[in-house]
């Protein structure tokens, strides 16, 4: 039998389409929780190396699991997801790819009721990604942790998840919650079966419609994973 192909699949691989790079690199410069420091250089630690003898280059990696452009699955802050293993394994990659609104913030702001109101996200949005100053002050590229990111705020998640379809939830630096109140909108989110996609590079897309890939590394029972993720328009 022929697998079957809607319309938006064949849109969504078409030689026309314009392809989207979401992911930071992952480098020794690279912003990471709390830290002035960044990652650190013995993230990645070449462990076999042809120019000492051995007969390949091979690299062990060593970085939190929350490290550059990645994922939350729910046990990152629910108890109860994480002690039954729901990890990063058993997201549902039907969530994880698909159409996506892309919206801009007003800059000056955290990411309030108030604020998601004013833009008009329709009822009916999934996959919602939210570019915010972070971009403009290109706190990603920096290696120093900001504290004063943009984020959501816990009456922002509440409207979130009860006046939208939203399963998907992406912003453009290391958290979705506020540094003020991380359990909140997080718990709110991760809770309801959201799934939050943090460290998105937003530099070069603009607000609007597109389909999105989010895929994970598949790491069996853990509260998060660096991903690999695109835009296509």
Known sequence: MEPKVNNADLWAIGPSSTIYDLTFEIHSASPTWDSPGGLGPDHRLLAKCRAKGDICNGSELRLPAHTGTHLDSPGHFVDEAYDQ????????????????????????????AGVLQQ??????????????????????????????????????????????????????????????????????????????????????????????????????????APVRCVAMS
């Open 85 to 112: 293993g729901i990890g990063v394994e058993s997201l549902n990659l039907e969530i994880l790819n698909g159409p996506a609104l892309l919206l801009r913030v007003p800059g000056g702001s955290n990411i309030t």
């Open 119 to 224: 833009l008009h996200v329709p009822a009916n949005t999934r996959r919602l990604l939210l570019k915010t100053d972070n971009t403009d002050r290109d706190r990603m590229s920096k290696t120093a942790f900001d504290t004063a990111y943009t984020a959501l705020t816990k009456d922002g998640a509440q409207w979130l998840v009860g006046h939208t379809a939203v399963q998907l939830i992406g912003i453009d630096y290391l958290s979705i919650a506020i540094y003020e109140d991380l359990t909140g909108p997080h718990s709110i989110l991760l809770g309801q079966g959201v799934i939050p996609v943090e460290g998105l590079d937003l530099r070069n897309i603009n607000p609007g419609a597109y389909m999105l890939h989010c895929l994970p590394l598949k790491l069996a029972g853990s509260d998060g």
